[in-house]
């Protein structure tokens, strides 16, 4: 059974940084194609923030460029993002996401940036 875990968030103020971890327990190799962090703010819709697919071509949402970065520890099984400057605006629950044939998430993180 494959299941994510984030962890990594907590409260800053703006202009600090987080990073956040998404532990994957499970095989998820032949299944899996892109991981990805997703967040959702209260309110809003749930947003793409960045994508890597396996074979580590990235994507990223208008908003993260050049402050966010998505990574991954394939002997860790863990994916991190890696976010800078971090603006009021990120404030959100960021979700980890694994899909390809079949479509895993994690539970989330709280992120709250202060001004």
């Known amino acids: 059974q494959v299941q994510l875990v984030e962890s990594g968030g907590g ?8 990073r956040l971890s998404c532990l994957v327990s499970g ?3 032949s299944i899996v ?7 959702q ?3 809003k819709q749930r947003e793409l923030v960045a ?3 396996s074979g580590g071509t990235t994507n990223y949402a208008d908003s993260a460029k050049g402050r966010f970065t998505i990574s991954r520890d394939n002997a860790k099984n863990t994916v991190y993002l890696q976010m800078n400057s971090l603006k ?3 404030t959100a629950v960021y979700y980890c996401r694994a899909y390809g044939i079949n479509d895993y998430w994690g539970q989330g993180t709280q992120v709250t940036v202060s001004s």
């Open 11 to 18: 409260s800053v103020q703006a202009g600090g940084s987080l």
């Open 27 to 29: 095989s998820i190799s």
């Open 33 to 39: 194609t892109v991981m990805g962090w997703y967040r």
């Open 41 to 43: 703010a209260p309110g």
């Open 51 to 53: 994508i890597m697919a």
């Open 88 to 90: 009021p605006e990120d």
